[in-house]
């Protein structure tokens, strides 16, 4: 079997499995964060659409491109948006922070 193919299938699984994993966890969500279960539904719509956009402009972009250096290149875009919204998340308030079921420290 070509190695192209292995690796669409495991990005495929990995894809349904982080989409449709979370759909088991909205009773949990709605009670945590105590939104209503519409609201959290769109979690699930709101990943698929950014997904969809954000394959389709990745691969116009790196479209004749080495995958070396699309991978580097992801990797430290991905970096930088986990550090400015680490930053961004810093004394904010424990929903908002995605610390489920602990209140922020009083000051």
């Known amino acids: ?11 495929g ?3 349904g499995l982080t989409e449709f994993g979370i759909v088991g ?6 009670a945590a964060f105590g939104a209503t279960e519409s609201v ?3 979690l699930v719509s709101g990943y698929a659409v950014a997904f969809a956009v ?3 402009a990745i691969a116009a972009a790196y479209g004749f491109v080495s ?7 992801l990797i430290a875009g991905d970096l930088a948006v986990l550090l400015v919204g680490t930053a961004a998340m810093r004394g904010t ?4 922070s995605g610390s489920a079921g602990r209140s922020p420290p009083p000051r």
């Not at 308030?93 to 908002?96: R, Y």
Request: proline share 5%.
């Open 93 to 96: 308030s424990a929903v908002v």
């Open 40 to 42: 959290a539904g769109h």
């Open 54 to 56: 954000g394959v389709i």
């Open 25 to 30: 966890l909205l009773p949990e969500l709605v």
């Open 1 to 11: 079997m070509p190695i192209g193919l292995i690796a669409l299938a495991l990005g």
């Open 13 to 15: 699984f990995g894809v």
């Open 67 to 73: 995958a070396l250096r699309v991978g580097a290149s």
